[in-house]
């Protein structure tokens, strides 16, 4: 089964620098995808950035950036210029490729951005 | 509609009863997905609905859980006789079938709380 593992339960950091989350991930599958999503106190998850395994290129997505590392099964992400609403629970999610997969997702991390 | 619409927002109720969530996906969208966040926690994938069926009702923790999905639309998750440990925030997705990006979008969730 696929697991999805985020070791840092909680991050800060500091208005306008750049932090990084971390996620690692175990799967026998050679195409995938893997996600970033926030979760604001609203509750809802939004999707921050994508990535297709088959995708040698990492994504970015203006602040966001990953980078991915298919041999080491690492998806970390990274935001450059935080802002105060960046703060939020952000969760690695992987799912299979093809058809309408299930996400697998981590356990979360807390950032909070400090003025 | 425009988004996943979940009802109702908030549910307390007495250990022992039933309850009953709702579920609107995006217009489209034939996948339609049933998650649980307890406190501080991830995301638990319960079932997962392809138009009326649901090809993996897997996560699904008890007997005491059922869910059904009417034309190809709104879903209603159902917990019997609930106990405490049911409380949690229930997150709904869906997704277009075989879609090419992976993406599930969510409801802003049912919060659970059993007394």
């Known amino acids: 089964a696929q697991t999805v593992t985020q070791s840092q339960p909680e991050m800060s950091v500091q208005e306008a620098e750049t932090v990084t989350l971390s996620c690692t991930y175990d799967?026998?599958?050679?195409?995938?995808?893997l996600f970033w999503y926030k979760q604001p106190p609203s509750r809802q998850m939004i999707l921050v950035i994508r990535q297709e395994a088959y995708k040698q290129q990492n994504a970015t997505e203006n602040r966001f950036s990953v980078n991915f590392q298919k041999a080491a099964k690492s998806f970390s992400l990274k935001i450059s210029d935080s802002q105060l609403g960046d703060a939020a629970m952000y969760f690695c999610a992987y799912s299979r490729q093809g058809g309408s997969e299930k996400l697998v997702f981590g356990k979360g991390t807390k950032l909070t951005v400090n003025p | 509609g425009a988004g996943v619409s979940q009802s109702p927002s908030n549910k307390v109720t007495e250990k022992g009863k039933d309850v009953e969530l709702r579920c609107d996906p995006i217009?489209?969208?034939?996948?339609l997905y049933w998650y649980r966040q307890r406190l501080g926690q991830g995301l638990e994938f319960l079932i997962y609905?392809?138009?009326?069926?649901?090809?993996?009702k897997s996560g699904l923790p008890s007997d005491r859980f059922s869910a059904e999905r009417t034309g190809e639309s709104v879903s209603t998750l159902t917990i019997q006789r609930t106990q405490q440990e049911d409380s949690a925030v229930y997150l709904c997705a869906s997704s277009l079938y075989r879609t090419n990006t992976g993406e599930l979008f969510f409801g802003e969730g049912s919060r659970l709380t059993v007394l």
């Open positions: 609905f392809q138009g009326n069926s649901a090809p993996d």
């Open positions: 217009s489209g969208h034939t996948a």
């Open positions: 799967t026998s599958e050679s195409d995938y995808y």
